[in-house]
């Protein structure tokens, strides 16, 4: 089993998105368990709330030395236990205390265990009781009549407003409601409290004539409900859960799928350090899985690139140094020969010859820097920097291409001194193949501009000739790679030129552009190169 778990990725996500909707299944149960623990509670009280409120009120109005017979007839008519105490000597902890503070109705179950704070009072009631029957319903009901019909008619109402009726919804009649029987209002009639189940919502009203002296048609009937049974939840109860729940579910989920990308993003990094030159990448495989056995792949895959182009250059280097040997000796033979004979003819054929010897010489040198900077590492971490002066660099470029093409006019521009951190040798001989370049291209005229930026410093070598066609420009870096009418021998050039400057660039973090001149008409090439900060 833990051979196949380590070899599947995606069984084992499923199998952690298992385990995690079981622990938000348990997690579901347990605040299940909770609220409904909270809702039995809010339910006893207010259950309680109408028939404590109600001997509240009327305690905390009565003075001190008649509340004992008060709570004597209390004790009678609802048939409960009640004690009044001071608060203070009340066994209490610091939560009960402080919802006792704030009007609420401690309950405790089984028995049944009522305590309230009188109104602005420092005195505790407790009722005691075994069970909550349907006696103690109708004897709050006549207590509560009782108290009204004490009081004025006008004054019922704000009495009512000022009671906590919790489960008990309490409303003043002036006609009887409509589905009663004879019976039940002969019962009313007589002081009695009648029971009416609504059958569609399973719900109980309690209905009480109040007690008056007053003319039968003023009589006035007390209506407490309908009660509720309160076995539903409600929606604040609900959403916390759900909500609860859904966070931490998409918790779980996101630390599962963060490890995932967390692998893929790795392996998407070494994908692009390889892409731009750095080889010797790998990626670090932690387990035998899918992704493991993708990374194991993808370590393979490079080791064979690597070794593929490491072999191809040490290839070309060896070919190259092979070919000096011979090409020395030729040019050795031909001098010898051109030393021996007087002939005019033949001294010319060997002139030739000299002239296609040193091309190949010069073809050789090219070949090897093109093999010496593909095994350079990308962004020049391998690469000696020094400050270079770039004007007194490009002036350099100029005085040694000069003498080779007369015809043209070599100009730098005007500008402000520049230093730069780079390679010396190699940027100047990234500057003088594109000045070389522009000079074999250009009709008269041949500049190079120095741009100094904030981050980089930009160089432009831009010609008067006929430019590069926008659709032949993404090749022309291609090693050995030349236009159609280039390919003359009189044009020079063996199409690794514009290769070396595109690799000079990569070992320095910059790159080269190609574009129209805006002011000579010919072909501009650019070359981006960041600054950097200078050795500790």
Sequence with gaps: MRRVLSHG???????????????????ALAGRSFIEQVRREDYREQLAALPMSLM????????????????ERFSEQLDVQLTLEPINEADLGYFERSRLERGRILVAESPWLLQQRLPSDTW??????????????????????????????EERDGRIAQLRQGSWPLQLLSSLP??????????????????????????????????????????????AGPISRGDTLPLNLHLPLLVGLMIVLSLIIYLIM????????????????????????RVKVESGDFLGRLGMAFNGMANQVQSLLRGQQEMIRAVSHELRTPVARIRFAVQMVEDMTDQPAIRRQLQGIDADIAELDE????????????????????????LVECRAMAERVIDTLSPLHKGLALALAPGPEIELLAEPRYLQRAVQNLVGNACRHAKSQVVIQLWDEPNLVRIDVEDDGPGIPPEARADIFKPFARLDDSRARSSGGYGLGLSIVQKIMAGHGGSVTIDTSPTLGGARFTLLVPRRDPPA
């Design 363 to 386: 073809l050789v040198d090219e070949i090897l820097t093109y093999a010496r900077l593909g095994g350079e590492t990308v962004n020049g971490a391998e690469l000696e920097t020094a």
């Design 258 to 281: 963060r490890s995932i990308e967390a692998r893929m993003a790795r392996l998407e990094l070494a994908a692009t350090r390889i892409a731009s030159g750095r080889l010797e990448t």
């Design 9 to 27: 990725s995606f069984l084992r996500f499923y199998l952690l998105l298992g385990i995690a909707l079981l622990v938000v299944f348990i997690i």
């Design 56 to 71: 509240t009120q009327q305690l905390a109005a009565t003075p001190l030395e008649q509340r004992n017979t008060l709570l």
């Design 178 to 223: 409509v589905g009663l029987t004879a019976q039940q209002q002969a019962q009313l009639a007589s002081g009695n409290v009648i029971t009416k189940l609504v059958s569609d919502k399973l719900s109980i009203t309690l209905l009480y004539q109040l007690p008056s002296q007053q003319l039968p048609g003023e009589s006035q009937w007390l209506q």
């Design 124 to 153: 505790l009631l407790q009722a005691r009781l075994d069970d909550w029957s349907e006696h103690q319903w109708h004897g709050s009901i006549e207590l509560l009549g009782e108290w009204l019909a004490a009081t004025p008619a």
